[in-house]
């Protein structure tokens, strides 16, 4: 695991490589988003996540999303909807989860840093290339034409802005 806070939630990585961020619901009962691999071993990386509130009382959707970003780049993402977050005050552990017995973080880690508000993807994105030990090739910037941002405002459907908002930071923030 890199970070646990208490049974409230915890973030690393499965034997099985896949990101996993775990945090408990008002039922302590798990809440997990998981996939997506992480670099090799050996490897410098850049992680980061982000816990956003979701409130959309006018189509009756109150929850959390949570994005976890490698190298600046958007892996995994999911809305937890309907569920409220255990809240404790047990401290942050860095490289420890709720076991230390069993979950345990065997490497370096060069910086850690958190937020008290939601960074933006560019932010996320920015801060990952400000890294020193992480290699992150930036591609070719361009700008998007008026009628692809036309046509792209007019996706609809579950994940549309998570497509729109992708795309235009592709074109715009440089894609590899």
Known sequence: MLFSKGDEWLFGRSALGELVFLFRDENRQFQRLSGGKTPPDGQWAHYAVRVARVSRPEKGEIGWALNIFVNGELMLGREFLHKKALNTHDDV??????????????????????????????????DALSSGKVKIAGGAKCELTSEFKASIEKLSGEDAGWLRRSLSRAAEGGAD
Do not use: N, Q
């Open 93 to 126: 552990r860095f490289g420890l989860g709720p076991d230390h017995a069993k979950w345990y973080f065997c490497g370096d880690m060069s910086a850690v840093r958190m937020w008290r508000r939601e960074l933006t993807d560019d932010e996320i994105e920015k």
